[in-house]
C-alpha cells in the first residue's frame, strides 16, 4: 500500500472521529444522552485519563493531576511518533496491506485522541451544566490538558445479578459498560487486525 493511500485512511478516520467529538461537544450537556437502541445509546463523557479513564494520579499517588495529565499527553506525543516512524517504515520496505492497514487505523486512532489532549482544553469552555461553545472566550484548561471527549456506549447486557450469586446477588450486571469515541474504535481494530491475522501482516519469509 502507498503511503498515500495510507494517508487517505488516516484523513478520513481523522475526520469522522473530530467530527463526531465536536458534534457531541457542541450539542451536549456532560452526562447528557440520546438512546438509539435499548444495547446503544450516545453518551456524552469526558476522560481525562488513558484507557477505561485511569491517571496517573491514581497510580502514582503523589503526582498531581494536572502533572498527571501533562505527563501523559506528553507519553501520547512521543508514542505518536514511534507509531508514525513505524507505519512510514513499513511502507517504505513494502510491508504487507494488512499490516498497514492497522498501522494507519491506529496511527489515526492514536492521533484523534491527542488532538482532543492537546487542544480541547484551550478551544471549548466547560460541558458541565451547559452545551459547550467552539473556540470559547473562558477556556476550560490549557494547551496539552485537555479531556478526551467519548460518547459511544454499549449497554448491550443491563441488568441485576440473582440474589443466589454469593458476593453479587442483587448487584448491578451491565456489559459492555465503558463507553469510547471512534479514534478507540480505529485503534482497537487495527490492533485486532495484526491479533487475527497476524500471518499476513507479517508473512514469514521461505
Given at each position: 500500500?502507498?503511503?498515500?493511500?495510507?494517508s487517505?485512511?488516516i484523513?478520513l478516520?481523522l475526520?469522522?472521529?473530530?467530527i463526531?467529538?465536536?458534534?457531541?461537544?457542541?450539542?451536549?450537556?456532560?452526562?447528557?444522552?440520546?438512546?438509539?437502541f435499548?444495547?446503544?445509546k450516545?453518551?456524552?463523557?469526558?476522560?481525562?485519563?488513558?484507557?477505561?479513564?485511569?491517571?496517573?494520579?491514581d497510580?502514582?499517588?503523589?503526582?498531581?493531576?494536572?502533572?498527571?495529565?501533562?505527563?501523559?499527553t506528553?507519553?501520547?506525543?512521543?508514542?505518536?511518533?514511534?507509531?508514525?516512524?513505524?507505519?512510514?517504515?513499513?511502507?517504505?520496505?513494502?510491508?504487507?496491506?494488512?499490516?498497514?492497514?492497522?498501522?494507519?487505523?491506529?496511527?489515526?486512532?492514536?492521533?484523534?485522541?491527542?488532538?482532543?489532549?492537546?487542544?480541547?482544553?484551550?478551544?471549548?469552555?466547560?460541558?458541565y451544566?451547559?452545551?459547550?461553545?467552539l473556540?470559547?472566550?473562558?477556556?476550560?484548561?490549557?494547551?496539552?490538558?485537555?479531556?478526551?471527549?467519548?460518547?459511544?456506549?454499549?449497554?448491550?447486557?443491563?441488568?441485576?445479578?440473582?440474589?443466589?450469586?454469593?458476593?453479587l446477588?442483587?448487584?448491578?450486571?451491565?456489559?459492555?459498560?465503558?463507553v469510547?469515541?471512534?479514534?478507540?474504535?480505529?485503534?482497537?481494530?487495527?490492533?485486532?487486525?495484526?491479533?487475527?491475522?497476524?500471518?499476513?501482516?507479517?508473512?514469514?519469509?521461505?
Amino acid at each position: 500500500m502507498s503511503l498515500r493511500k495510507a494517508s487517505i485512511i488516516i484523513v478520513l478516520v481523522l475526520l469522522i472521529d473530530q467530527i463526531s467529538k465536536v458534534y457531541i461537544k457542541t450539542n451536549f450537556v456532560l452526562g447528557e444522552f440520546v438512546e438509539v437502541f435499548s444495547w446503544f445509546k450516545i453518551l456524552f463523557i469526558e476522560n481525562e485519563g488513558a484507557a477505561w479513564g485511569t491517571k496517573i494520579s491514581d497510580i502514582i499517588p503523589f503526582v498531581s493531576d494536572e502533572a498527571g495529565k501533562l505527563s501523559l499527553t506528553i507519553f501520547r506525543l512521543i508514542a505518536i511518533c514511534g507509531i508514525g516512524y513505524w507505519l512510514y517504515s513499513s511502507i517504505k520496505n513494502g510491508g504487507t496491506k494488512t499490516l498497514i492497514w492497522a498501522q494507519a487505523l491506529i496511527f489515526a486512532g492514536a492521533l484523534g485522541n491527542i488532538i482532543d489532549s492537546v487542544f480541547y482544553g484551550l478551544i471549548f469552555d466547560e460541558s458541565y451544566g451547559q452545551v459547550a461553545t467552539l473556540f470559547s472566550d473562558n477556556p476550560y484548561s490549557s494547551l496539552f490538558h485537555g479531556r478526551v471527549v467519548d460518547m459511544l456506549y454499549f449497554p448491550l447486557i443491563d441488568t441485576f445479578w440473582p440474589e443466589w450469586v454469593p458476593w453479587l446477588g442483587g448487584k448491578s450486571l451491565r456489559f459492555f459498560e465503558p463507553v469510547f469515541n471512534i479514534a478507540d474504535t480505529a485503534i482497537s481494530t487495527g490492533v485486532g487486525i495484526l491479533l487475527v491475522f497476524n500471518k499476513k501482516a507479517f508473512p514469514s519469509e521461505e
